[in-house]
């Protein structure tokens, strides 16, 4: 199973937020750290906002902070709610109502289903805090910053060649 980067976002925003503990945080700066597009990180925080993850404050000196202990955000439970599906496989989805005619003694889906589960229980059984509890983790988190551009060093002359 893959995550979709949204649901990535989502997770290094909770992380961010959960280092970050005094004041408030902006897209901006959540931007210029991770290196994500603010455009796309302002659905994300709008998903996080919704599950009442995180609250915003909106206007001049506003931003956001976790609405909860991070100790209480459940992996699992973010994963679920912010991926679009978790399902493996299209016939594991909710309300799946395809023709195929191994439905409903199909083994396969029985086997991917059970790991389907197995991957939500193993992720269930972490919170946020668990990501951020190393000081170096969130010493790394607080301090990335988008790198300095790098210039193209001037070309070195080839040995024997000349400028005519």
């Known amino acids: 199973m893959q995550l979709t980067r949204f649901t990535d976002y989502c997770l290094r925003v909770l992380m961010y937020l959960s280092c970050k503990q005094e004041g408030l945080t902006t897209i901006a700066e959540l931007a210029r750290s991770y290196r994500i597009s603010s455009n796309h990180l302002m659905k994300v925080v709008h998903r996080l906002a919704q599950a009442g993850y995180i609250e915003t404050v909106r206007g001049k000196g506003g931003g956001m902070r976790l609405a909860r202990d991070p100790g209480q955000i459940n992996l699992g439970e973010v994963v679920e709610r912010c991926e ?71 070309r070195a002359g080839r040995a024997g060649s000349s400028d005519r």
């Not at 016939?91 to 029985?110: K, Q, V």
Request: glycine share 4%; proline share 8%; with cysteine.
């Open 84 to 154: 679009e599906t978790v399902a493996v496989l299209e016939c594991l989805a909710d309300g799946y109502s395809g023709d195929c005619p191994l439905m409903p003694r199909c083994a396969l889906r029985n086997v991917l289903r059970g790991a389907q589960r197995a991957f939500l229980d193993h992720l269930a059984a972490f919170s946020v805090q668990d990501l951020v509890e190393s000081r170096s983790m969130r010493q790394a988190i607080l301090t990335a910053e988008a790198p300095s551009p790098v210039r193209p060093r001037p």
